[in-house]
């Protein structure tokens, strides 16, 4: 069957949960707000949809807030750092390209989709700025201290994101989405690097969100969806991150514009949150009570990130395009900055009839 050109239809997918987990995440694997626009929470129609999101996402120094200090005694051959503090900064270009296939098949009343997430991104660090939590052990060191990137900026390819299901529920009032995946590490990592593109360690995620609609006509929308990431143990290094669970939300109105080009705009407010929930695990039997003391600070030192900013979508004859920016605040053992977000989404249905 020929492709349909781009329609209506797309103004139920811009929000693409698009799981992107990418490997160029501001506080872990999964780069929040990738899911955070209108109505996100929802599987997108039956037939293969691409989208192109755009991110840029900044720290300035002194955002890095210093959570932890820790300190070791000289028997101790290492010093333990929870590297989430200190001076320094971060601008961090992302370019997710996301597929995604939903089917006309059924289980258990949903349809049935899967997704690939390819992102590239571009990190300019400096100072005690990094692109992801890390566990660092400063050897020959009776103090802690944060290590620093000095001028760092790297690009490539990061780590790849697969969802084998997912699951869409649809209701005149409620859309309902489900879905599983996994964080693959085909970014390049060095163990011995502050600043990787790729974050050398497997990962899974395990999603379930939904949009409710207040009115008929379903230009209200509320949108949660919320996350489980569980994450495998470093490569070349003795710990495990502790899982997290990360929240995204939007509520929103939409109006139509009765235009062949120009259909209609969504305008309303978006934000994320996210919250360390399990402790850091860390294979390490310190010698003395402070070592032991500095290695239970960093196993038990939790992150959180709440965000919140605006956000327009536009649905055209070409695509949809959706705009939103977030401003983060609350911060606890990891940084604190501000982001942009843009997106084109185009789609098709295969199954469609002519």
């Excluded at 969806?225 to 003795?238: D, V």
Aim: charged share 15%.
């Amino acid at each position: 069957m020929p492709f349909k050109s781009v329609c209506a239809a797309v103004a139920c997918l811009a929000f693409m949960f698009l799981f992107a987990k990418p490997a160029r995440a501001q506080h872990g694997d999964y780069l929040l707000g990738t899911a955070g626009g209108v109505a996100s929470a929802q599987q997108a129609p039956e037939g293969i949809l691409y989208q192109n999101l755009w991110s840029y996402y900044n720290t300035a120094s002194g955002d890095f807030e210093q959570s932890v200090t820790l300190k070791c005694g000289p028997r101790d051959r290492v010093c333990l750092s929870l590297n989430v503090g200190g001076n320094g900064s971060l601008d961090l270009f992302v370019d997710q390209n996301i597929f995604w296939l939903v089917t006309p098949f059924k289980i258990l009343g949903a349809n049935y989709g899967f997704l690939l997430d390819v992102p590239f991104a571009i990190a300019d660090a400096s100072g005690a700025a990094s692109l992801e939590p890390i566990l660092s052990r400063p050897s020959n060191s009776l103090s802690t201290t944060f290590q620093s990137s000095g001028e760092t900026t790297k690009g490539s390819i990061g780590d790849m994101y697969l969802e084998p299901i997912d699951l869409g529920w649809h209701f005149p009032h409620l859309d309902v989405i489900a879905s599983s995946g996994v964080m693959m590490p085909s970014g390049p990592y060095n163990a011995n690097a502050k600043v990787n593109m790729g974050y050398g360690h497997w990962a899974g995620l395990f999603g379930l969100g939904g949009v409710a609609y207040p009115d008929k006509a379903r230009t209200w929308s509320l949108s949660i969806y919320s996350h489980y990431e569980l994450y495998g143990s470093q490569m070349g290094r003795n710990y495990t991150l502790g899982d997290d669970v990360p929240f995204e939300w939007a509520a929103a109105k939409t109006v139509s514009l009765g235009n062949e080009v120009l259909k209609e705009f969504a305008l309303g407010a978006v934000g994320y949150a996210q919250w360390q929930v399990t402790n850091n695990s860390i294979n390490l039997t310190p010698a003395t009570n402070i070592g032991r003391s500095a290695l239970h600070t960093l196993e038990t030192s939790r992150s959180q990130i709440y965000s919140a900013g605006p956000t327009l979508r536009v649905l055209t004859k070409y695509g949809l395009f959706d705009l939103r920016y977030y401003e983060e605040f609350g911060a606890h053992a990891t940084p604190s900055g501000r982001q942009l977000m843009f997106s084109v989404t185009l789609a098709g249905n295969p199954w469609a009839k002519d």
